[in-house]
DNA sequence: GCGACAG
DNA sequence: ATCTTGTCGC
């Protein structure tokens, strides 16, 4: 039943999925929108989120998929959602978000719905953003498709444009003196393409940081340390113990290393955390913040709209309309795509 | 054959 | 991403 998520996808879908993302990423905002992120203090930053996919060991389609919120500057979990989901494209260096994104977006998307009022003002994601072969790494892509703030955290340098692992760079980071410190990522072009950022005093190998959507490089830097208790950011950390955790509760009794479908409607049941003695009628008009952020302007159908225009069609869903979220997996043994320019 | 390879 | 226990150190 569960096809495998394994072997490279066709040259023809890599291709579409390359003009997908030259696209959208003329929509990426690669500076600060919100008033908290020019703040010294990000005053009125109260919740940061982070995104994250586990995998199940033997098994090439199933994985969890989770989204946390935190509080800022606490950093305590606020709200979780777990969820078990079955990849259907994947994993190719380059094309990151293709394989994740959709249950990302799903998640926001839910707590959107259900929960407005723990919606994060900025998502951490991990891998990066600009920092990508063509600019538009898995942090921009879920910007753009929520149009939520990201930040863009790789754990390992994406060696593209010129970028090296190599011994000037880890000379470079032998130099980093303190958490905070951090040296500039310059591609070929003479373009800042993000930071390596030594994110505590103790760690040795240094956050590649780089931006995802609606947010400079410089807030994106600095948040980030701000969010780390230990090397990797406590939003992206948090999602990565939590989905880690479910699929071991998961899989853990019942033994069988089988994705359970039945039991999956009670178990999908996103939570928020109690937060210290907040549990307040809460108006609109409260001590929080304004709404998520801003919108898109008027007249502006999204994403969609832009692919459709140059005859493509979303490969990963959209918050916008529920007609346009149908079949994620277009990429599939499908027939073809709407008539328009194909080679 | 060799090197690269976010997660 | 995952494979993997104990061990050394603060």
Redesign the pocket.
């Known amino acids: 039943m569960a096809r495998k998520a394994a072997g490279r996808p066709q040259e023809e879908t890599l291709s579409l999925w390359k003009r997908e993302q030259a696209l959208l990423k003329t929509l990426v905002v690669d500076r600060d929108t919100e008033a908290w992120q020019r703040d010294l203090a990000f005053s009125g930053l109260q919740r940061v989120g982070g995104v ?7 098994d090439s389609v199933s994985a969890c998929a989770s989204l946390v919120v935190l509080s800022y500057p606490e950093l305590e979990v606020m709200y979780e959602d777990c969820r078990m989901v079955s990849l259907t494209a994947p ?1 190719v ?5 293709f ?2 994104v959709p249950f990302l977006v799903d998640a926001v998307q839910q707590l959107r719905e259900k929960e407005p009022r723990l919606m994060p003002q900025v998502l951490f994601v ?4 600009v920092l ?2 063509r600019g538009f ?3 921009c ?1 879920l910007g753009v498709l929520t149009d939520l703030p990201c930040i ?9 444009d010129g970028l ?2 190599n011994a000037l760079h880890k000379e470079k980071i032998r130099l980093l003196k303190g958490g905070g410190d951090s040296f500039p990522l310059m591609g070929g072009s003479g373009t800042v393409l993000g930071m390596a950022l030594k994110s505590h005093d103790h760690s040795t190998k240094p956050l ?1 940081v780089s931006v995802g959507h609606k947010m400079s490089l410089e807030a994106a830097v600095r948040l980030t340390h701000g969010c780390c208790k230990f090397r990797i950011p406590e939003p992206v950390r948090q999602a ?1 113990i939590r989905s ?1 955790d479910y ?1 071991r509760r998961t899989l853990g009794v019942q033994g069988a290393p089988a994705l359970r479908p039945e039991r999956s409607k009670k178990a999908q049941r996103p939570k928020a955390c109690p937060q210290g003695a907040s549990e307040e009628p809460a108006e609109d008009g409260k001590v929080c913040a304004p709404p998520p952020s801003s919108s898109p302007p008027p007249g502006w159908a999204g994403p969609p709209a832009l692919l459709a225009t140059h005859g493509l069609q979303s490969s990963v869903p959209w918050l916008g309309r529920a007609e346009q979220r149908q079949r994620p997996s277009s990429w599939g043994p499908q027939p073809a795509p709407p008539p328009g320019p194909r080679a």
């Open positions: 994250d996919v586990s995998f199940v060991k033997g994993y260096s380059g094309f990151l978000a394989r994740e991990d891998g990066n953003g990508h072969h790494g898995v942090a892509h863009g955290v790789a754990k390992k340098l994406l060696q593209v090296e692992n590649y990565d880690r699929i």
